[in-house]
């Protein structure tokens, strides 16, 4: 999830954000998913500096191929429950990881440490595990992100290290441009290199837009005391710079940047009124894109996170748009 409302301009600094004395814990407003398959255990795993906290989710039957998951600002792995339980059910193997700067893997003032270094240099050495996983079981490794991580992933799929050995991309609301109701001003836009070079771990809190976010009430109702690991939404100067650059590149597609994906099939999906990332920005990428195995589809009514925080109707139309995807592909 991307910052919203301007937060640079209306920010508070970590220390300075409301205190969550008083209400409810997420432990009385939990996910509202109950998974249909067993939920596997949490491992954590080294890698430079940092213990990232990882899940694998099995498929009940034999694997048709794995799906990497990316995931967007301030999210972490619990939020990727339904879409990993469903993708068991249905055949597909996944597996995920809380990014350094998030979730379990970066709590407390280490939230939203990383920089476009970290970034990829992580999601290459989690790409190479899972590709040699992979590779043993004889099937395809799928990468799928979801807003920051749809940027991640459209971006690697131009210039990541082991782009070649993902045989599929797709993305939800891909954080290419963020929409006007959420994109900070031009004057914050004009100072933000110098601020993310002089002060690049200051913590912000974001803010939340829930109703942009989330299109079901019980969503609603679990971002809004979804702490400590989600709530509140906070990241660095440095990771918001970064990310924000990232989608620029991808819009602006200077020197044919977007013509340099790999070759490999591409689903693209997004809300039609989604206030966090622009779905126009979204189109722009898509017709700039050379690939000739492409799909976007864009979903009436929908708002941003179509596969993890919308109402079960409008996620099982989107879920299966991309099983359907996936099993053209790999079945």
Known sequence: ?????????????????????????????????????????????????????????????????????????????????????????????????????????????????????????????????????????????????????????????????????????????????????????????????????FLPNFQINSGLDVDAIAGDPQYKKFLLHDEPLGMPLIGTLRQIYDFLQRGKQLDENSDGYVTKFVKRPLFIMHGANDTINDPAATKRFYNNSTLTDKKLEVYPGMVHSLLSLENDENFAKVFDDYREWLDSKFA
């Open 1 to 197: 999830m991307p910052i919203l409302r301007n937060p640079l301009r209306r920010s508070k600094t970590a220390s300075s954000m409301p205190q969550t004395q008083g209400y409810p814990t997420s432990s009385e407003f939990p996910y509202p998913y109950k998974p249909k398959t067993e939920i596997p255990a949490k491992k954590f795993i080294e890698f430079n500096d940092a213990n990232f906290a990882t899940l694998f989710w099995p498929s009940v039957s034999k694997p048709k191929g794995r799906v990497l998951i990316v995931h967007g600002f301030g999210e972490y792995s619990r939020l990727q429950h339904r879409l990993m339980d469903q993708l068991a059910l249905n055949g597909y193997e996944s597996w995920t990881f809380d990014q350094r700067g998030a979730g379990e893997t970066s709590e407390g003032k280490e939230r939203g440490r990383t920089n476009e270094f970290h970034v990829f240099n992580d999601l290459d050495h989690f790409i190479e595990l899972n590709y040699k996983e992979t590779q043993e079981k004889g099937i395809p490794l799928i990468l799928f992100g979801h807003s920051m991580g749809g940027g991640i992933t459209l971006n690697y799929g131009i210039r990541g290290t082991h782009k070649e050995k993902i045989a599929a991309y797709s993305t939800t609301g891909p954080l290419v441009v963020l929409h006007p109701h959420s994109a900070p001003s031009s004057a914050i836009i004009l100072v933000a290199p110098l601020l993310a070079t």
